[in-house]
């Protein structure tokens, strides 16, 4: 294992010397002869982590001044500083802890108690570095089975509907985009890294209602008649209730109540005609306000058992013009403002290039 690193800064050899005794069995030590040095060995040495033994009272750059330095370049979660010295008047001792030092330690001392305490320190940092990796670490795995699974159930709708898995994929992305362009625009929904990440998710499974709707209305190739469209309205709601329907523990996480927003409201419309609920403004939560847009934008633009595909310019003209719902003035200039990250590449550019300008990666018309 390789040892841990100790940077010891003093401006007095005698002490340096005797505390590089102390410690060199045990540690990687390096020696600073005052602040100055300890900053710059500090910002020039990669390591994850620096324990810090610092005298206070030195030339050029005192124990303070390096500690206020550790505070402004936020580096606390990786330089832990135990102050040596003699001074130890309660006003020292005090400005240090202010300052962010974890421990203090009186001259003269005994060379057992430095190893022993410093040791400790060691100890519980090495596990709290532990914990915190275990728990960054099933974070990321509990992701990735939800995003295992939201693709796995919205395949299974897209399977039904005949289509490939490229829709629910773009309806991802476009809600990515859109949520990103929203969160620049305005702070008024509180729009996280984590909060747009759930939403994108969840975006995933809009239409999973679509499995309750029979075949034959599902992959007509036609129009509907107005009580087929009827039953093919009722997609929204029951996929909603899927959700709802899930256990108590389960329905109350973040992911499944943001699903059930979109797949319940991500047909209404901003000015209160849309279905199920005719909910108008913003009683629609934004997620669904999102997704729908998100959603119509990609039904237009591709091809489907009843429609051909329209052109991207088709698609935000119709969009822009009103005849595919309504939305909130601010999201129609969101797809605006996107516009050419939707833009299939144009004739000729190869999928690499339309992907490292932005494009989306799966588009297939
Ligand atoms: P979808 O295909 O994902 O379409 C989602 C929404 O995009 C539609 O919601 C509509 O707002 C918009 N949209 C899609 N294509 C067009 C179009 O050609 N023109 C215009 N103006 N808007 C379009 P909507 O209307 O509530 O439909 C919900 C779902 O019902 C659709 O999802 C689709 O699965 C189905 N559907 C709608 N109309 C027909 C149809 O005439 N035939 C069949 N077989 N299915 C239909
Ligand atoms: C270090 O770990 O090298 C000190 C702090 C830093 O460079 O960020
Ligand atoms: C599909 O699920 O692929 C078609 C219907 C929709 O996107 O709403
Ligand atoms: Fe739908
Ligand atoms: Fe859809």
Known sequence: MEKQK???VDDSEMNRILLTDILEGQYEVTEAKNGREAVEILSETETDFWFVLLDIMMPEMDGFAVLRYIKGQRWQDR???MMISSDDSPEN???AYGLGAFDYIGRPFDPMIVRKRIANTLLLYARQHDLENTVREQFLEQQKNNDLMISILSHIVEFRNGESGVHIQNVKTITELLLRRLAWHTDSYDLTDEKIALISMASAIHDVGKISIPEEILNKPGKLTPEEFEIMKTHAKIGADMLSDLPLDQ???????VAYEICRWHHERY???GYPDGLKGEEIPIAAQVVSLADVYDALTSQRCYKKAF?????????QAGQCGAFHPMLLQCLKDVSDKLRPPAA???AEAAGSAGGRANRII
């Not at 329905?251 to 109540?257: D, E, G, T, W």
Request: charged share 15%; glycine share 10%.
């Open 311 to 319: 052109t991207h310019e088709q698609a935000m003209a119709m969009i």
């Open 251 to 257: 329905a109350q996480l973040p992911l499944v109540k």
């Open 348 to 350: 000729g550019v190869g």
């Open 79 to 81: 330089v832990v500083v």
């Open 93 to 95: 001792i005090s400005r």
């Open 271 to 273: 000015d209160g005609r």
């Open 6 to 8: 100790i940077l010891i």
